[in-house]
């Protein structure tokens, strides 16, 4: 079995709809720019009241993606 090695970052994804689309829009963000995402964490949920009284909900997420090379020896 080959050696995986991850690397992780924390991005935070937001959607006036729902937690879910705050989670689903982080993960397109990212994959704009990473490849070998693997897994996710969601670690804090927050958010905000417009004037009208609307939601708007934050999501912060761990992403997981598996570093490319051989493995270090």
């Known amino acids: 079995m080959p050696d995986k090695t991850y690397k992780i ?8 709809d729902s937690i879910q689309q705050a989670v689903r829009n982080a993960l397109i963000k990212a994959r704009r720019t990473i490849r070998n995402i693997d897994w996710f964490e969601v670690n804090n949920i927050r958010g905000s009241v417009n004037k009208a009284g609307d939601p708007a909900f934050q999501v912060e997420v761990r992403i997981g993606f598996r570093l490319e090379g051989d493995a270090a020896v």
């Open 9 to 16: 970052i924390e991005v935070v994804g937001v959607s006036e």
